[in-house]
């Protein structure tokens, strides 16, 4: 998996995303699921801007998602039907 620890950034973002990615490559490597990475990611990631924004503003950024899925931004390999 990409890793941008080999880049000079002080990018917040892109030092978090590549925290996640090692988390979640050692949560594979010790035969957890994708699907359930996922979920524990989904579920963390929500709780906790819960606790920061409330619930009205996560609401909000939630709601948005659907259009952003349906636009395939999260689709990283697009399958033609």
Same mark, same amino acid.
């Given at each position: 998996m990409?890793?941008?620890e080999d880049q000079e950034t002080e990018n917040p973002n892109l030092k978090a *995303? #590549?925290?996640i990615l090692a $988390?979640? #490559?050692e949560g594979v490597d010790t035969g957890v699921q994708p =699907? =359930?990475?996922a979920y524990a990611a *989904?579920?963390?990631a929500l709780t906790d *801007?819960? $606790?920061i924004y409330g619930e009205p503003a996560?609401?909000?950024l939630t709601?948005? *998602?659907e259009k952003r899925i349906v636009e395939g931004e999260f689709t990283l390999a697009r399958r033609d039907q």
């Open positions: 990409y890793r941008f *995303l #590549d925290l $988390a979640w #490559d =699907q =359930q990475m *989904l579920f963390t *801007l819960v $606790a996560v609401i909000h709601r948005g *998602l």
